[in-house]
Every structure is written in C-alpha cells, then in structure tokens.
C-alpha cells in the first residue's frame, strides 16, 4: 500500500522532543509569532506512509496526516514527480492573466466526483477559509439574500467572516472581533450529548430543534446558505445522528436556500466516502474542499450546481494564487491516486481496524465517554470518570503521553476533551495496530495517574 522511501518503522533514538528540535524551539520562540502554535515541537526533515522523521532521527507513527490533509501519503511519489514536472515547466502565470489546462482538470475532476449529477462549475482558491469565505459570495449573488446559517461546534476557519461562522471562542475568535454580521447558528445533532441532556438524540427530532431556531430567529426567506460539516472536524469528530443532514438539506431545497457541505476536513476519501455527504445520500447545492485535495500544496475549492457557481459576475471571483499550476498538478496526481488506489475503500478498512481497539478503550477506563467517527477520521472523546462532564485536562494528558511514545496524534472538540485519529489512507496495517498498543499503554499510564477508585482499569481487550 505504502510508496516512499521513508522506512515504515517507528524508532525512538532521543526522548520527544529530542535536543535538536529543543535547539529549532529555541530559535522558533525567537522568530515566530506566539498565536501561531504548536501541538508536538519536533521538527520534521521527512515524512512518507505512515511515519513522520524528524531532526534527531526519530520516526513517529502518523495519526494526524497534517490535520487530514495527506491523505496520499505525505511526499506521495506521484504528488511529488508532478509538483517537480509542473515547477520545472511553469510556477504561476495567475489563471485570471493567462490560463492553463491544470486548473480547468481539476474543475473537471472537482465537477466530476462531487455528490450530484446536475450540470457543475468549480473555482479554486488557496485556503479552506478562503473558499468558504466565496461559497456565500456565491450564496448571495445567487439567492440576493445575506443571512448565513451555521451550527454549533462548527468550525470553518480563521479569516473575519469564517471566523464569524466558527462556534469556538478560545482560541480561534477570543480578541479578534468585531465580526462579519449576518451569521446565524443552530444547534447541531451531537448523539452523545444530546442523550445525556434527556433530548431526544435521532436525528429528525435534532433537525427539527435547529430549524426552529432558524425558523424563529432568522425567517428562511432571508437566509443565502447554510453551511455545515458531514462529520464536523475542529468541534470534536461530531458524526449527526442519522437523518439529521437529510432533514436540513430538504429544508433548505423547500426554501431556496443554498446549502454548502463544508467538506474540507471530510473529503476526499477521508470518511471511507469519496465525500462525507455520500454516507447518507446527500446532495448539496455547493461543496467546499481542500485539506486532502492536493496531497499538501494549498488548494481549496467551491463546487456546485452551474446556475449558482455561474450567479457571481464576471471577475468578481479569484485572487492571485487561487489555483496556482503547481497545485494544480498536485491534485490532479492525488486524486488519480485516490481514486486508482481505492483510498476510500482503505480509509473503511482503517476504521475498521481501528474503532474495535477504540470501543476498547472505552470498556476499560470509565473516562471514555465516547468513540465515534467513520473512515480514518475516528475520535475518543474523554470525560471525568463516570461522568459525562468533559475532560479537557486528561486530553491532553492521554495526547501528550501518545506524542512520548512517538504518536503524532491530536486533539479537538468544543471542550478541548477529544482525541482525534486521522492516519494517512496509506498508512500499513502493522504500523498501524503498533499504533493502537501504544495508544492502548498511554491510556494505561494516564488511568494510573488518576484517584484509586477512578483509575481500575477493566483488563485490556484483544485490539486485533
Ligand atoms: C471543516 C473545515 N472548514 C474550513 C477549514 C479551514 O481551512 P484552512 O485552514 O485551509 O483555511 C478547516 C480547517 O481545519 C476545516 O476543518
């Protein structure tokens, strides 16, 4: 499965970090903007399958992809002899100058895989932020109406209107307002809470709790989009209850409004779909992408239906960068290997290896709450013993205690209590179940720090 010339083996040569990357933290202190952080300071000299090197010579096991984003393999040899090929040719010309046929494939690609069998246009744009920031440019010259509708625990990035539609404070909003107005947001199907506060957790009645709000708050006839993440990624892996999706999309189709699948986390094979929306049939009006589109040179995308991309006037769309050719090249080769090599298929088997050791975990210690996720985008999400109340503290404990063991892993959620897993699709399966023992021993160490009563762990189950 795996193509790279990095050896697919984890090796601890120095404690993590190692003196190295403590020297590299040292000058990055000194010249590095503080807001921008970092979750594990090793510094990275190469990375390909399933495994990440860094400065000292050690070799940790993948789980987080680049937050989802190599989905390929990290330097994937395809991604990389194309990146090579195009940059020798040309880097940039601007498409709105001169075009090229690089950014016209990938639409084509893009127009293709979407959900949907209507007539589509694409446009490309750099950053995740920046294509949902021109999904409701869209919105609203198609529907000439502003208010946009998004939920809560959603998360959509870190430019003044995404972050407006962003639910989480600390750290993505804290100090940085004013916001875009307009923005509007509901509350969002999450089964696990949703039963531990006695609602009722299917997911039509979720709906119907959200399109009240938006019915009283908002009026449908004012609303432009809604936007909204299959499987929400930054608020903590939230999978809606069935039917919850499906009940939205059908509202917003009766009302006109445009509804935009946030599929940047989600794409691209991630969830064991192409597109998470798939899982249940859902068709959006509008898809945005980008993380797993280009193997990790920065592309994003919006995709949808021909009379809504086709409303904003001519030149009113684009930027310098957006759909830069090499880009381009990159994710034309990844998702010829997405495709060919069936990652989608592999991201279920992946879950499938790795949800039985997860729900493992949760007989075994009283401070999993819950395991959920689909695909290679699976979560545990961590509570004080024998509560529901959200454990932010033993999060990061349990990550930290993964990272020593030389896991790239990390954590998410509204409350700071949920670690996620987002290996690459072509990660090996040894590698893999090495992963999952160690994840396995780092939940032992944290229960072993916790009070007697709490920490007794069940014995561990059989993780293969
Ligand atoms: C669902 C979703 N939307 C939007 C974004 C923003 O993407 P970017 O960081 O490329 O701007 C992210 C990034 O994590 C995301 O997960």
Redesign the pocket.
């Known amino acids: 499965m795996t193509q790279t010339s990095v050896p697919q083996e984890r090796k601890l040569v120095t404690a993590i970090p190692g003196p190295r990357s403590e020297e590299l933290l040292a000058r990055r202190n000194a010249a590095v903007a503080q807001g921008v952080s970092i979750g594990l300071p090793v510094f990275v000299t190469a990375a390909g399958g399933g495994i990440v090197v860094d400065v000292d010579g050690n070799q940790l096991i993948d789980l987080g992809s680049g937050?989802?984003v190599v989905n390929v393999g990290n330097a994937n040899p395809a991604v990389a002899a194309a990146v090579a090929a195009q940059a020798a040719a040309f880097t940039h010309t601007c498409f709105m100058v001169t075009p090229y046929e690089g950014y016209v494939a990938v639409c084509e690609a893009l127009n293709r895989l979407t959900p949907g069998d209507f007539e589509k246009r694409s446009a490309l744009f750099n950053?995740?932020?920046?294509?949902?920031e021109n999904a409701v440019k869209i919105a609203r010259a198609y529907t000439k109406r502003q208010a946009v509708v998004v939920f809560d625990h959603?998360?959509?990035?870190?430019?003044n209107l995404?972050m407006a539609l962003t639910a989480k404070n600390m750290p993505y909003k804290h100090s940085f307002g004013p916001f875009a107005p307009e923005v509007y947001r509901l509350p969002m199907s999450y089964p696990y809470r949703d039963e531990d506060a006695g609602l009722d957790a299917s997911g039509p009645a979720a709906a119907a709790r959200a399109l009240s709000v938006l019915d009283k708050q908002v009026g449908a006839q004012n609303v432009a989009a809604l936007i909204i993440?299959p499987i929400?990624?930054?608020g903590g892996f939230i999978e809606p209850a069935p039917g919850f999706l499906a009940a939205i999309a059908e509202y917003c189709t009766a009302n006109g409004i445009v509804f935009v699948a946030?599929?940047?986390?989600?794409g691209f094979g991630r969830t064991g779909d192409l597109f998470a929306s798939e899982h249940e049939g859902i068709v959006p009006d509008l898809v945005?992408t980008?993380?797993g589109i280009a193997g990790g040179m920065?592309l994003?995308a919006v995709t949808g239906r021909a009379e809504i991309m086709d409303a904003a006037h001519a030149g009113g769309l684009g930027g310098t960068y957006g759909g830069n050719p090499v880009a381009c090249a990159a994710a034309l080769a990844a998702i010829e290997e997405i495709e060919s090599r069936d990652l989608a298929g592999r991201a279920r088997q992946i879950g499938e290896i790795m949800l039985p050791a997860l729900h493992g975990l949760a007989k075994r210690h009283s401070f999993v709450g819950n395991v959920r996720g689909r695909g290679a985008m699976l979560a545990v999400e961590l509570v004080e013993p024998g509560t529901s109340a959200p454990a932010a503290q033993l999060a990061g404990a349990v990550n930290k205690a993964c990272h020593q063991r030389g896991l790239v892993t990390l954590s998410c959620g509204t409350y700071g209590n949920v670690l996620r897993f987002l290996p690459p699709l072509v990660i090996g399966e040894e590698l893999l179940k090495e992963a999952l023992d160690l994840i396995a021993d780092a939940f032992d160490e944290v229960a072993k720090s916790l009070p007697a009563a709490e920490a007794a762990p069940s014995p561990r189950p059989d993780t293969d």
């Open positions: 937050i989802a950053s995740g932020a920046e294509a949902v959603g998360y959509h990035g870190r430019t995404t993440e929400q990624g930054e946030d599929e940047i986390q989600t945005t980008a993380k920065p994003a």
